[in-house]
Protein backbone atom coordinates (compact mmCIF):
# COMPACT_ATOMS: atom_id res chain seq x y z
CA UNK A 1 0.00 0.00 0.00
CA UNK A 2 0.86 3.56 -0.97
CA UNK A 3 0.40 6.86 0.05
CA UNK A 4 -1.06 9.52 -1.86
CA UNK A 5 0.83 12.64 -1.89
CA UNK A 6 -1.10 16.06 -3.03
CA UNK A 7 0.31 19.27 -3.78
CA UNK A 8 -1.96 22.60 -3.58
CA UNK A 9 -2.58 21.96 -7.56
CA UNK A 10 -3.64 18.18 -6.69
CA UNK A 11 -6.03 19.14 -3.86
CA UNK A 12 -7.30 22.61 -6.22
CA UNK A 13 -8.03 20.30 -8.94
CA UNK A 14 -9.90 17.60 -7.01
CA UNK A 15 -11.56 20.24 -4.80
CA UNK A 16 -14.92 20.15 -6.64
CA UNK A 17 -16.54 22.76 -5.06
CA UNK A 18 -20.51 21.51 -5.14
CA UNK A 19 -19.46 18.52 -3.55
CA UNK A 20 -17.10 19.58 -0.77
CA UNK A 21 -20.51 21.59 0.61
CA UNK A 22 -22.27 18.25 0.37
CA UNK A 23 -19.48 16.81 2.71
CA UNK A 24 -18.96 19.74 5.28
CA UNK A 25 -23.31 19.47 5.55
CA UNK A 26 -22.90 16.22 6.27
CA UNK A 27 -20.40 16.91 8.52
CA UNK A 28 -22.25 18.91 10.85
CA UNK A 29 -25.36 16.37 10.59
CA UNK A 30 -22.77 13.88 12.10
CA UNK A 31 -21.58 16.05 14.56
CA UNK A 32 -25.14 16.38 15.76
CA UNK A 33 -25.91 13.06 15.32
CA UNK A 34 -22.97 12.13 17.89
CA UNK A 35 -20.77 10.03 14.98
CA UNK A 36 -17.48 12.92 15.51
CA UNK A 37 -14.80 12.38 17.40
CA UNK A 38 -12.95 15.97 17.90
CA UNK A 39 -10.92 16.72 20.24
CA UNK A 40 -9.88 19.96 21.61
CA UNK A 41 -7.90 21.94 19.01
CA UNK A 42 -4.58 22.03 20.74
CA UNK A 43 -2.00 25.52 20.61
CA UNK A 44 1.56 25.59 20.63
CA UNK A 45 2.42 29.60 21.46
CA UNK A 46 5.61 31.08 20.00
CA UNK A 47 5.27 34.61 20.73
CA UNK A 48 9.32 34.61 20.17
CA UNK A 49 8.74 33.67 16.25
CA UNK A 50 5.13 35.92 16.26
CA UNK A 51 3.37 32.20 15.77
CA UNK A 52 1.86 29.26 16.48
CA UNK A 53 1.02 25.72 15.88
CA UNK A 54 -2.70 24.26 15.93
CA UNK A 55 -3.30 20.94 15.92
CA UNK A 56 -6.60 19.82 14.50
CA UNK A 57 -7.36 15.87 15.12
CA UNK A 58 -10.70 14.62 14.21
CA UNK A 59 -12.78 11.27 13.37
CA UNK A 60 -16.40 11.24 11.24
CA UNK A 61 -18.86 9.04 10.12
CA UNK A 62 -21.05 9.97 7.75
CA UNK A 63 -23.04 6.85 7.62
CA UNK A 64 -21.84 5.34 3.98
CA UNK A 65 -17.94 6.12 5.02
CA UNK A 66 -15.95 7.46 7.36
CA UNK A 67 -12.40 9.10 8.00
CA UNK A 68 -10.19 10.29 10.37
CA UNK A 69 -7.41 12.99 9.89
CA UNK A 70 -5.28 15.60 11.69
CA UNK A 71 -4.48 18.98 10.36
CA UNK A 72 -1.06 20.97 11.31
CA UNK A 73 -1.30 24.07 11.22
CA UNK A 74 0.37 27.66 11.99
CA UNK A 75 -0.25 31.31 11.81
CA UNK A 76 3.31 32.80 11.82
CA UNK A 77 2.70 36.84 10.85
CA UNK A 78 6.32 37.38 9.64
CA UNK A 79 6.58 35.08 7.30
CA UNK A 80 5.65 36.69 4.20
CA UNK A 81 8.01 39.88 4.80
CA UNK A 82 11.08 37.39 6.43
CA UNK A 83 10.71 34.39 4.81
CA UNK A 84 9.08 34.68 1.56
CA UNK A 85 6.22 32.31 2.95
CA UNK A 86 2.55 32.07 3.72
CA UNK A 87 1.27 33.49 6.85
CA UNK A 88 -0.78 30.32 7.49
CA UNK A 89 0.61 27.03 6.10
CA UNK A 90 -1.29 23.42 6.85
CA UNK A 91 -0.49 19.95 5.85
CA UNK A 92 -3.40 17.53 6.36
CA UNK A 93 -3.06 13.48 7.13
CA UNK A 94 -6.02 11.68 6.09
CA UNK A 95 -5.80 8.23 7.33
CA UNK A 96 -8.45 4.86 7.48
CA UNK A 97 -9.76 4.46 10.27
CA UNK A 98 -10.15 0.56 9.95
CA UNK A 99 -6.28 0.11 10.30
CA UNK A 100 -4.85 3.79 10.42
CA UNK A 101 -3.24 3.38 7.32
CA UNK A 102 -1.95 6.99 5.80
CA UNK A 103 -4.15 7.08 2.74
CA UNK A 104 -2.66 10.80 1.78
CA UNK A 105 -0.46 13.29 3.06
CA UNK A 106 -2.04 16.56 1.40
CA UNK A 107 -2.03 20.42 1.19
CA UNK A 108 -4.27 21.70 4.29
CA UNK A 109 -3.68 25.42 3.08
CA UNK A 110 -5.66 24.98 -0.47
CA UNK A 111 -8.18 22.16 1.53
CA UNK A 112 -8.44 25.04 4.78
CA UNK A 113 -9.99 27.81 1.97
CA UNK A 114 -12.10 25.11 0.37
CA UNK A 115 -13.82 23.78 3.51
CA UNK A 116 -14.12 27.44 4.78
CA UNK A 117 -15.93 28.70 1.90
CA UNK A 118 -18.14 25.71 1.93
CA UNK A 119 -19.25 25.82 5.42
CA UNK A 120 -20.43 29.41 4.92
CA UNK A 121 -22.24 28.03 1.97
CA UNK A 122 -23.46 25.66 4.54
CA UNK A 123 -25.11 28.52 6.24
CA UNK A 124 -25.99 30.91 3.90
CA UNK A 125 -28.11 28.18 2.54
CA UNK A 126 -29.66 27.67 5.91
CA UNK A 127 -30.12 31.39 6.86
CA UNK A 128 -29.78 33.74 4.59
CA UNK A 129 -33.14 35.01 2.51
CA UNK A 130 -34.19 32.32 -0.27
CA UNK A 131 -33.62 35.36 -3.07
CA UNK A 132 -30.37 36.30 -1.92
CA UNK A 133 -28.44 38.10 -4.71
CA UNK A 134 -25.66 40.37 -3.49
CA UNK A 135 -22.50 39.44 -1.51
CA UNK A 136 -20.29 41.71 0.52
CA UNK A 137 -17.07 40.73 1.40
CA UNK A 138 -14.72 42.02 3.98
CA UNK A 139 -11.22 41.36 3.39
CA UNK A 140 -9.95 40.53 0.15
CA UNK A 141 -7.27 37.97 0.54
CA UNK A 142 -6.72 34.44 -0.19
CA UNK A 143 -9.92 33.35 1.95
CA UNK A 144 -12.59 35.20 -0.28
CA UNK A 145 -12.10 33.77 -3.32
CA UNK A 146 -13.77 31.13 -1.72
CA UNK A 147 -16.27 32.59 -0.35
CA UNK A 148 -17.73 33.63 -3.48
CA UNK A 149 -17.33 30.57 -4.95
CA UNK A 150 -18.95 28.38 -2.66
CA UNK A 151 -21.94 30.79 -1.93
CA UNK A 152 -22.67 31.41 -5.25
CA UNK A 153 -23.66 27.99 -5.65
CA UNK A 154 -26.15 27.95 -2.82
CA UNK A 155 -27.29 31.38 -3.44
CA UNK A 156 -27.84 33.24 -6.82
CA UNK A 157 -25.11 35.62 -6.54
CA UNK A 158 -25.33 38.60 -9.31
CA UNK A 159 -23.38 41.67 -7.34
CA UNK A 160 -20.61 41.49 -5.14
CA UNK A 161 -18.97 44.17 -3.27
CA UNK A 162 -15.56 43.57 -1.30
CA UNK A 163 -13.80 46.29 0.95
CA UNK A 164 -10.42 45.88 1.92
CA UNK A 165 -7.89 48.74 3.20
CA UNK A 166 -5.18 46.98 0.14
CA UNK A 167 -6.49 48.63 -2.86
CA UNK A 168 -3.75 46.22 -5.05
CA UNK A 169 -6.14 43.06 -3.02
CA UNK A 170 -9.58 44.42 -4.38
CA UNK A 171 -7.70 44.87 -7.72
CA UNK A 172 -6.88 41.34 -7.70
CA UNK A 173 -10.34 40.32 -6.65
CA UNK A 174 -12.36 42.08 -9.41
CA UNK A 175 -10.00 41.09 -11.93
CA UNK A 176 -10.49 37.54 -11.14
CA UNK A 177 -14.24 37.60 -10.58
CA UNK A 178 -15.29 40.89 -13.29
CA UNK A 179 -16.44 38.54 -16.18
CA UNK A 180 -18.95 36.16 -13.61
CA UNK A 181 -20.57 38.73 -11.38
CA UNK A 182 -21.41 42.52 -11.46
CA UNK A 183 -17.74 42.75 -9.10
CA UNK A 184 -16.48 46.31 -7.27
CA UNK A 185 -14.58 47.50 -4.44
CA UNK A 186 -16.41 49.54 -2.14
CA UNK A 187 -16.20 50.74 1.69
CA UNK A 188 -17.32 47.89 4.59
CA UNK A 189 -20.62 49.52 4.95
CA UNK A 190 -21.37 49.18 1.11
CA UNK A 191 -20.24 45.06 1.60
CA UNK A 192 -22.39 45.24 5.21
CA UNK A 193 -25.49 46.45 3.70
CA UNK A 194 -25.85 43.34 0.93
CA UNK A 195 -27.74 40.31 0.98
CA UNK A 196 -24.70 38.19 2.24
CA UNK A 197 -21.92 39.56 4.27
CA UNK A 198 -18.93 37.70 4.61
CA UNK A 199 -15.97 38.54 6.87
CA UNK A 200 -12.76 37.27 6.57
CA UNK A 201 -9.87 39.37 8.16
CA UNK A 202 -7.21 38.99 10.77
CA UNK A 203 -8.62 42.37 12.58
CA UNK A 204 -8.70 42.08 16.47
CA UNK A 205 -11.38 44.80 17.11
CA UNK A 206 -14.73 45.23 15.73
CA UNK A 207 -15.12 46.93 12.21
CA UNK A 208 -19.02 46.07 11.27
CA UNK A 209 -21.64 47.86 13.07
CA UNK A 210 -25.06 47.00 13.32
CA UNK A 211 -26.09 50.54 11.53
CA UNK A 212 -24.11 48.69 8.43
CA UNK A 213 -26.41 46.02 8.09
CA UNK A 214 -29.36 45.49 5.86
CA UNK A 215 -32.29 44.91 7.54
CA UNK A 216 -31.90 41.30 6.41
CA UNK A 217 -28.54 40.30 6.07
CA UNK A 218 -27.26 37.31 6.85
CA UNK A 219 -23.54 37.14 8.14
CA UNK A 220 -20.92 34.65 7.84
CA UNK A 221 -18.10 35.72 10.53
CA UNK A 222 -15.57 34.08 9.36
CA UNK A 223 -12.19 36.24 10.83
CA UNK A 224 -11.77 35.41 14.64
CA UNK A 225 -9.46 32.37 15.24
CA UNK A 226 -8.11 33.09 18.82
CA UNK A 227 -8.94 34.76 21.98
CA UNK A 228 -9.62 38.94 21.67
CA UNK A 229 -10.01 38.76 18.32
CA UNK A 230 -13.30 40.04 16.50
CA UNK A 231 -14.74 41.53 13.79
CA UNK A 232 -18.54 42.27 14.53
CA UNK A 233 -19.78 45.53 17.12
CA UNK A 234 -21.90 44.36 20.12
CA UNK A 235 -24.77 45.43 18.84
CA UNK A 236 -24.47 43.61 15.81
CA UNK A 237 -24.23 39.92 18.05
CA UNK A 238 -26.78 40.95 20.47
CA UNK A 239 -29.45 41.99 18.18
CA UNK A 240 -28.89 39.06 15.91
CA UNK A 241 -30.51 35.21 15.47
CA UNK A 242 -26.92 33.76 16.18
CA UNK A 243 -25.86 30.25 15.45
CA UNK A 244 -22.20 28.73 15.98
CA UNK A 245 -20.35 26.42 14.77
CA UNK A 246 -18.58 24.85 18.12
CA UNK A 247 -19.89 26.02 21.98
CA UNK A 248 -16.50 25.30 23.13
CA UNK A 249 -14.35 26.92 20.00
CA UNK A 250 -16.89 29.50 19.62
CA UNK A 251 -16.65 31.06 23.78
CA UNK A 252 -12.60 30.50 23.24
CA UNK A 253 -12.05 31.93 20.37
CA UNK A 254 -14.98 32.73 17.74
CA UNK A 255 -16.56 35.84 16.83
CA UNK A 256 -18.31 35.79 19.92
CA UNK A 257 -15.31 35.37 22.58
CA UNK A 258 -14.46 38.95 23.70
CA UNK A 259 -18.77 39.51 24.17
CA UNK A 260 -18.91 36.70 25.75
CA UNK A 261 -15.46 36.68 28.70
CA UNK A 262 -17.30 40.22 29.27
CA UNK A 263 -20.23 38.73 30.07
CA UNK A 264 -22.35 40.46 27.46
CA UNK A 265 -23.10 37.53 25.26
CA UNK A 266 -24.81 34.21 27.79
CA UNK A 267 -26.14 30.84 26.50
CA UNK A 268 -29.82 32.99 26.40
CA UNK A 269 -28.20 34.33 23.58
CA UNK A 270 -27.01 31.41 21.58
CA UNK A 271 -29.86 30.40 19.15
CA UNK A 272 -27.94 27.04 18.51
CA UNK A 273 -25.74 24.83 16.58
CA UNK A 274 -25.97 25.13 12.89
CA UNK A 275 -25.56 21.39 13.09
CA UNK A 276 -29.16 21.67 15.01
CA UNK A 277 -30.15 23.46 11.84
CA UNK A 278 -28.69 21.00 9.33
CA UNK A 279 -30.48 18.15 11.18
CA UNK A 280 -34.01 19.64 11.03
CA UNK A 281 -33.69 19.91 14.92
CA UNK A 282 -34.18 23.81 14.83
CA UNK A 283 -35.48 26.13 12.16
CA UNK A 284 -32.89 28.16 9.77
CA UNK A 285 -34.59 31.40 8.08
CA UNK A 286 -37.60 32.37 8.82
CA UNK A 287 -40.04 35.14 7.83
CA UNK A 288 -39.95 36.73 11.16
CA UNK A 289 -35.65 37.04 11.34
CA UNK A 290 -34.04 40.25 10.69
CA UNK A 291 -29.79 39.81 10.48
CA UNK A 292 -28.59 36.57 11.29
CA UNK A 293 -25.25 35.64 11.85
CA UNK A 294 -22.92 32.68 11.84
CA UNK A 295 -19.82 32.37 14.05
CA UNK A 296 -17.47 29.78 12.36
CA UNK A 297 -14.60 28.85 14.22
CA UNK A 298 -13.69 25.68 11.63
CA UNK A 299 -14.00 21.92 12.62
CA UNK A 300 -11.71 19.64 12.08
CA UNK A 301 -14.28 17.51 10.78
CA UNK A 302 -14.40 20.08 8.06
CA UNK A 303 -10.90 19.18 7.28
CA UNK A 304 -11.81 15.50 6.94
CA UNK A 305 -14.98 15.77 5.07
CA UNK A 306 -12.99 18.28 2.44
CA UNK A 307 -10.10 15.75 2.56
CA UNK A 308 -12.29 12.75 1.94
CA UNK A 309 -13.50 14.46 -1.17
CA UNK A 310 -9.90 15.55 -2.76
CA UNK A 311 -8.96 12.25 -1.87
CA UNK A 312 -11.44 9.78 -3.40
CA UNK A 313 -11.54 11.73 -6.79
CA UNK A 314 -7.55 12.18 -6.94
CA UNK A 315 -6.94 8.40 -6.22
CA UNK A 316 -10.13 7.08 -9.11
CA UNK A 317 -8.63 9.89 -11.87
CA UNK A 318 -4.78 8.07 -10.60
CA UNK A 319 -3.51 11.82 -9.38
CA UNK A 320 -1.27 12.57 -6.97
CA UNK A 321 2.13 10.94 -6.05
CA UNK A 322 1.99 7.86 -4.87
CA UNK A 323 4.63 7.32 -1.95
CA UNK A 324 6.02 4.21 0.07
CA UNK A 325 5.21 6.21 3.19
CA UNK A 326 4.47 3.24 5.69
CA UNK A 327 6.74 -0.20 6.10
CA UNK A 328 4.02 -2.39 5.51
CA UNK A 329 6.28 -5.14 5.77
CA UNK A 330 4.63 -7.80 8.20
CA UNK A 331 6.68 -8.38 11.18
Known amino acids: METLLLNPDDVDENADMVEIIVAVEEAFAAYEAGRVQLPAKSYIDLPQ ?9 A ?39 RNAFPLAVMDGTSLTRKRTGAAAAVATDHLAVEDASSLGIVGAGVQSYTQLEAISIVRD ?39 VLSTVTPVESPIVDASDLGEHTHVNAMGADAPDKNE ?20 HSGEINV ?73
Open 232 to 251: LAVDVVTAAKLVIDDYEQCT
Open 59 to 97: YMDAGDWDAAGIKWVNVHTDNPEAYDLPTVMGTMIYSDP
Open 157 to 195: IETVVVADTREAAIERFVARFGDEFDVRGGSIAEAAACD
Open 49 to 57: YDGDFRSMP
Open 259 to 331: PWREGVLTDDDLYGELGEIVAGKREGRTPDDGVTVFDSTGLAIQDVAAAHVVYERANEDGEGTPYGLVDTRVR
